[in-house]
């Protein structure tokens, strides 16, 4: 039931009911429904409901007959009003287009495109590169400049690289690294391995330095001996563990050597020792400690230059006894001796004020610097002025001896004795 206007032949024909429902008719026939819920439905080929607009059948749009969709996923609606696979220049997804596609002018890809075949420019960019020349997509690689350049995978999970068709790095699943056609591993961690030029990580060997060996910075070397300038059968100098040795071709062996020991932390007990060779085996001639001493283990003199032509305005040393007597003698410790042996000797600044040329100033090493605040360590020249002012003393007394010898002799001869 219904309530009805009718257009007919007799004019506009209106019934009424009690149901809710709208027909619309023409000579008695529905053309428009509307329900007591307020959807319409045009029987024929359209309905419209609350939840859309359905289109049952073609639809006429601006003169073009279109037909319904059938749900085909390869084919669109043209301008012309009907459904086709399109082949030309556009936007859209992967799917929208067909072989044989012609791009011109910018082209933007806006969701993954898929290359299941050859993707080339010839008039234009596919690729822009700024003025490149040459662009092509492929199945398995990106070429740029020439069909021969780009970036390529080789099907071994691995991105290389090649220019004009030659391979000149790349990149595999686990690490690998190509470089110009050399398969180079992951490294591991190995602190005693390294990249050798045949693209293997490898343990140097002494054997792998040639001559004309440039090293910067810090080197270090694991072999017992390092031979520089030569080896062990001809001149040389020769680093080993804790020495320096020299080869000479005269003694026939290399015993010419420093060396450092340590029988304990203390200063007195460290030590450069000289070595020099001696009827065949080496004889250690000078022994340098860290409290100073220094000894001459063949006995012997230090000697120093002292030639009178090499001297000037010589006149004889007077008042020696006096600076001498003026000297105290001490006992002490050294401050950065961890051990604390004492030791005797002088103050430097005390003698200092009483024969300055005795004094010298010298840089701190690194243990006494802590105690040393102006960077200006006195030290006690003894060779030279020292000696020389302890032999005029004695001269002086020996003086002093003889004048009263004398004069003893002349009282005892008085008193007849």
Do not use: C, H
Not at 125 to 131: A, F, N
Not at 135 to 142: G, H, K, W
Not at 162 to 177: A, E, I, L, R, Y
Not at 181 to 186: G, N, R, V
């Amino acid at each position: 039931m219904a309530s009805t206007i009718n257009a007919s032949s007799a004019g506009i024909v209106e019934t009424a009911d009690t149901s809710g429902v709208l027909q619309l008719q023409t000579n008695g026939v529905q053309a428009l429904n509307i329900d007591a819920s307020q959807n319409v439905t045009i029987p024929k080929n359209v309905t419209i409901t609350s939840g859309g607009l359905t289109l049952n059948s073609t639809i006429d749009w601006n003169g073009y007959t279109i037909p319904a969709p059938t749900g085909t996923t390869t084919t669109f609606l043209s301008n012309a009003g009907t459904w086709i696979t399109p082949s030309g220049s556009g936007t859209g997804g992967s799917s929208i287009l067909a072989s044989n596609n012609t791009f011109t002018g910018t082209n933007t890809f806006n969701a993954a495109v898929t290359v299941n075949a050859n993707l080339t420019s010839t008039s234009g960019y596919l690729i822009d590169t700024d003025g490149g020349g040459y662009a092509a997509l492929q199945s398995n690689s990106v070429t740029v400049g020439n069909a021969t350049t780009g970036m390529y995978y080789n099907g071994s999970n691995a991105l290389g690289f090649q220019v004009n068709n030659t391979s000149v790095f790349g990149f595999g699943q686990s690490g690998t690294f190509v470089w110009n056609s050399y398969q180079i591993p992951a490294p591991s961690g190995s602190t005693s391995t390294f990249l050798r030029n045949d693209g293997t990580w490898a343990s140097p060997s002494s054997s792998l330095l040639s001559s004309n060996n440039t090293f910067t910075g810090t080197n270090t070397f694991n072999s017992t001996y390092t031979y520089v300038g030569g080896s062990s059968s001809s001149t040389s100098m020769i680093l080993e563990n804790n020495s320096i040795n020299w080869y000479s071709s005269v003694t026939g062996n290399q015993y010419n050597s420093i060396y450092y020991s340590a029988s304990s932390t203390s200063l007195g007990s460290q030590q450069y020792v000289f070595n020099f060779t001696n009827a065949g085996s080496a004889i250690s001639a000078f022994v340098f400690a860290g409290d100073g001493g220094a000894y001459k283990t063949g006995g012997g003199t230090w000697g120093t230059v002292s030639d009178a032509r090499l001297k000037s305005n010589v006149v004889p040393l007077t008042g020696a006894l006096a600076k001498i007597s003026a000297l105290n003698p001490v006992s002490y410790t050294w401050n950065y001796d961890a051990v604390g042996e004492p030791t005797v000797g002088f103050i430097a600044q005390d003698v200092q004020n009483i024969i300055p040329n005795a004094v010298n100033t010298i840089t701190p090493s690194n243990n006494q610097k802590p105690f040393i605040t102006d960077d200006k360590l006195l030290s006690i020249a003894w060779q030279n002025d020292m000696t020389a002012y302890l032999v005029g003393a004695i001269k002086e007394l020996s003086a002093t001896v003889n004048t009263q010898a004398n004069e003893i002799a002349a009282l005892r001869a008085k008193v007849g004795v």
